[in-house]
T-cell receptor, first 113, second 112 residues
Framework: GAGVSQTPSNKVTEKGKYVELRCDPI?????LYWYRQSLGQGPEFLIY????????DSGLPNDRFFAVRPEGSVSTLKIQRTERGDSAVYLC???????????FGEGSRLTVL | AQSVTQLDSQVPVFEEAPVELRCNYS??????LFWYVQYPNQGLQLLLK??????LVESINGFEAEFNKSQTSFHLRKPSVHISDTAEYFC??????????FGTGTRLKVLA
């Protein structure tokens, strides 16, 4: 596709459940990012991939959060044992060149009841 | 460590009036600077960017921002706003590595 695609756009789940959020970046973009945006806040860095490897996962809040990018394209953010505090919009972005701009998807809104 | 400060959380302004949204950053190295806009229920879209060269950069819809190294600022301005400019605006900084740090955003509300 022409832009960054994220699915699902909305996800409602119950506390304690497992959730997967998918990101399909722009073709050819080797760098991929996950951010989390809570209400009234700016995007908060979670994890950065260069190719297939997670080059920096220092923003992941705890070990319930994990992300993969097995073939260097599509990425999946996985959240185990969801908590109400995980409710937020999860944004994915990709980038072509170092120093260039990030291209964002429309986000996946996660609501944990 | 890099950081971005957007002091104004909300800015109300009347249509056709000028507006300035403030952004200050801290970084010990050269930076790339960005302004993103987020319309309701949409993702972030790049509005304009400073990478190098002229310190004044412009967008296609009339916004401009000026990189001021001595004041570590990258304020966004528009001489005459429209209702359609109502959105949230985020300033971001990158040192040219992979780190992109975002401010907390400024909600611009254009009033008729």
């Amino acid at each position: 596709g022409a832009g960054v695609s994220q699915t699902p756009s909305n996800k409602v789940t119950e506390k304690g459940k497992y959730v997967e959020l998918r990101c399909d970046p722009i073709s050819g973009h080797t760098a991929l990012y996950w951010y989390r945006q809570s209400l009234g806040q700016g995007p908060e860095f979670l994890i950065y991939f260069q190719g297939t490897g997670a080059a920096d996962d220092s923003g992941l809040p705890n070990d319930r959060f994990f992300a993969v990018r097995p073939e260097g394209s599509v990425s999946t953010l996985k959240i185990q044992r969801t908590e109400r505090g995980d409710s937020a919009v999860y944004l994915c972005a990709s980038r072509l060149d170092r120093g260039g701009e990030l291209f964002f998807g429309e986000g996946s809104r996660l609501t944990v009841l | 460590a890099q950081s971005v400060t957007q002091l104004d959380s909300q800015v109300p302004v009347f249509e056709e009036a000028p507006v300035e949204l403030r952004c200050n950053y801290s970084s010990s190295v050269s930076v790339y600077l960005f302004w993103y806009v987020q319309y309701p229920n949409q993702g972030l879209q790049l509005l304009l960017k400073y990478l190098s060269g002229s310190t004044l950069v412009e967008s296609i819809n009339g916004f401009e921002a000026e990189f001021n190294k001595s004041q570590t600022s990258f304020h966004l301005r528009k001489p005459s706003v429209h209702i359609s400019d109502t959105a949230e605006y985020f300033c971001a900084v990158s040192s040219g590595t992979y780190k992109y740090i975002f401010g907390t955003g400024t909600r611009l509300k254009v009033l008729a």
